[in-house]
Nanobody, 126 residues
Framework: QVQLVESGGGLVQAGGSLRLSCAAS????????MGWFRQAPGKEREFVAA????????YYADSVKGRFTLSRDSAKNTVYLQMVSLKPEDTAVYYC???????????????????WGQGTQVTVSS
């Protein structure tokens, strides 16, 4: 079992930065790859980024590539999503999730994830 708790969301102006954190509990955390998804009102949940269990591999959606950086600190059981150059279209509830398999195609599908956090709101004003 893995429990996930996101934090770090908030209101920021366009061009600003935020760092989201996802704290995991459960001793099996290190066996899971981790992903971030987001969901804006009236839209489908979409993939943002994923990191392998070791932290050595990352994969990003084209819409955030070059602006978002995902990392993990296994000693702290935490993953971080650093977001810079934020745009109004980044506004959404952001969710972290854990998945047992890391593959660039597999991790983009929300249905493949085993555990989810409750989400944190990110609002980017223009």
């Amino acid at each position: 079992q893995v429990q996930l708790v996101e934090s770090g969301g908030g209101l920021v102006q366009a061009g600003g930065s935020l760092r989201l954190s996802c704290a995991a509990s459960g001793r099996t955390f290190r066996k899971y790859a981790m992903g971030w998804f987001r969901q804006a009102p009236g839209k489908e949940r979409e993939f943002v980024a994923a990191v392998s269990w070791s932290g050595g591999a990352t994969y990003y959606a084209d819409s955030v590539k070059g602006r978002f950086t995902l990392s993990r600190d296994s000693a702290k059981n935490t993953v971080y999503l650093q977001m810079v150059s934020l745009k109004p279209e980044d506004t959404a509830v952001y969710y972290c999730a854990a998945v047992a398999t890391y593959d660039s195609d597999y991790v983009t599908l929300s249905g493949n994830y085993d555990y989810w956090g409750q989400g944190t709101q990110v609002t980017v004003s223009s």
